[in-house]
């Protein structure tokens, strides 16, 4: 799936430094603001301990982990939908993502320039979502001239549309973003058909020194209180480690992890959050050549997760046989699921869920 997440945060706050941990793909970072200029993807691993377990008990000639793209967009500033510091542009970029990931600078050093002098982010959080809400607005408004005359004329779609539009315009004139506007499913569907920035679900990304990672500082806390309100997760990381644990091996980062007190890497932690963000779940497909983890939206059914294989398989889509990946680990093999009777036969209605192991019978 090409469903991406874009990092964003003002500049010099460490974005393309988690972009390089996160993707070794190299991407230029400096220390002065607008390093970054035209948009850096990056395709990553989402990591997943149940593929090594499958692997271990199916032991197939290969492993396919599942991925997704993050987008490193060159950092916002005050006065960016208006076009302040190439604004424009980079909000441009924005909208072509699904989902937000706000890198929020958490630690302080006089050897990092902060692009207002001192690091607060109560201010950054606002300075960003601010511009991010007005950006909307603008978008909003251009949008209600074009459909209010559909809407007085008599359009029952577009005088529905128009409504929300004059809701969600209210809401956001109160500088609060779209995601914490409460909507009816029917309002949900209506309100993607404006793209508003403000309506992608965001993470915020604490980006901290070495010895607060694993247990916050007072700018963390100022971060959750917000992230918190807005019903929005949080990962706490420290950029320069994660950059230095990336260019590891295995080994040597899980030593490099156990001596600064971590059991994982906040990459891990933020690849998970990105892909829960935007709403995916992973099943897997397990046999003697391959081990491999598939991505599908949440809520899909048994012939769409069949068709991220092959389309020929969701067209000529049977039925599904479906076991868990727990049950697998339970009993010690797909064969002993089978024995159990565990294992299920589900039809074209099943929706698939997160960490089903499924094989489908298929019509050429």
């Known amino acids: 799936m090409s469903l991406q997440c874009g990092i964003v945060g003002l500049p010099n706050v460490g974005k393309s430094t988690i972009f390089n941990a996160i993707t070794k793909a190299g991407a230029q970072s400096a220390n002065y603001p607008f390093c970054t200029i035209e948009p850096n993807i990056g395709r990553v691993d989402v990591p997943d301990e149940r593929l090594g377990k499958l692997e271990a008990i199916v032991k197939p000639k290969r492993l396919v982990p599942t991925a997704m793209e993050f987008v490193d967009i060159a950092g916002l500033v005050a006065g ?184 994982e890497s906040g990459l891990a932690r933020m690849i998970r959050a990105s892909y829960s963000l935007l709403n995916l779940i992973t099943f897997f497909t397990a046999g003697e050549e391959e081990v491999r983890a598939w991505t599908v939206a949440r809520g899909s059914t048994a012939p769409e997760a069949a068709g991220t294989i092959h389309s020929d398989i969701q067209r000529g889509f049977i039925r599904a046989e479906v076991m868990t990946c727990d049950d697998i680990f339970k009993l010690g093999s797909s064969q002993a699921v089978k024995d159990a009777g565990k294992m299920r036969l589900e039809g074209k209605d099943y929706i698939v869920q997160d960490g089903d192991v499924c094989y489908f019978r298929f019509n050429v």
Request: hydrophobic letters at 40%; a negative charge; one cysteine or more.
């Open 80 to 263: 960016a939908s208006k076009g302040e510091g190439l604004g424009n542009q980079f909000l441009s970029h924005i909208r072509e993502t699904q989902a937000i990931a706000h890198v929020v600078r958490c630690f302080a050093d006089d050897n990092i320039i902060h692009v207002h002098g001192k690091v607060n982010p109560l201010d950054d959080i606002r300075i960003i979502n601010l511009e991010l809400i007005l950006a909307d607005v603008d978008s909003l408004e251009k949008q209600i001239q074009k459909i209010e005359k559909k809407a007085k004329s008599g359009d029952k779609v577009e005088k529905a549309r128009y409504d929300l539009a004059g809701k969600i315009r209210d809401h956001l004139s109160r500088e609060k973003p779209l995601r914490t506007m409460e909507l009816s499913e029917e309002e949900q569907m209506i309100a993607r058909t404006f793209s508003l920035i403000t309506g992608r679900p965001m993470l915020y990304v604490m980006n901290m020194d070495e010895n607060s990672a694993s247990t916050g500082n007072e700018f963390t806390k100022m971060v959750e209180e917000i992230a918190a309100e807005e019903k929005a997760p949080t990962v706490r990381l420290c950029g320069k480690t994660e950059e230095e644990i990336a260019a590891l091996s295995g080994a040597e980062a899980e030593e490099y992890l156990a001596s600064i007190g971590l059991n």
